[in-house]
């Protein structure tokens, strides 16, 4: 299997997705017990409905089909970011910090002596992003990009 699958898909859609009112959060190939998953994410701001999932789908596929990126039979999965959308590149620490969103974070190791953590994005870098956490201590931390194992938008509802 190419290395980098997912990318060469983003490049390949990007274009076509954003040109429909959509913003690619993300793309990933998981390799799952029945074969393998293309999913690929999509947001906009007004929300995103199982409508819009099709239309993305009705547009990609036929792209993925002739580009035929990924080798073999895989699933074809668009879906919304949801609510506690994970984050994983810069541009999306950006969108949480810009829209003053609580955040949680689980660490591979810990930073001064935390392991989880849930707070506001105050800066996101390229190399670590700066986190002002949400409990009475208020305390920042800036997390090294290399140390954060999972990181996603929490909502209360």
């Known amino acids: 299997m190419k290395k980098n699958i997912a990318k060469e898909v ?3 859609i990007k274009a076509t997705v954003e040109g429909a009112g959509f913003v690619l ?3 990933e190939l998981v390799k799952e017990p029945e074969g393998l998953n293309l ?3 999509i947001d906009r701001e007004e929300g995103v409905s199982l ?5 993305v789908t009705k547009l990609i596929d036929p792209m993925l089909d002739e580009a035929d990126p990924i080798e073999g039979a895989y699933f074809l999965e668009v879906s919304s970011v949801g609510l506690d959308r994970v984050l994983k590149r810069k541009e999306h620490y950006d969108y949480a910090a810009e829209k003053g969103l609580t ?5 591979f190791a810990a930073v001064e002596g935390v392991k989880e953590l849930s707070g506001v994005i105050t800066e996101a870098g390229s190399e670590s992003v700066t986190v002002k956490a949400e409990d009475d201590s208020g305390k920042v931390y800036v997390l090294p990009k290399k140390c954060i194992a999972k990181a996603y938008v929490v909502y209360d509802i």
């Open 25 to 27: 959060w993300n793309v």
């Open 51 to 55: 409508d819009d999932c099709g239309v």
């Open 103 to 107: 955040c949680k974070f689980k660490l």
């Open 39 to 41: 999913l690929v994410t």
């Open 10 to 12: 983003e490049e390949l």
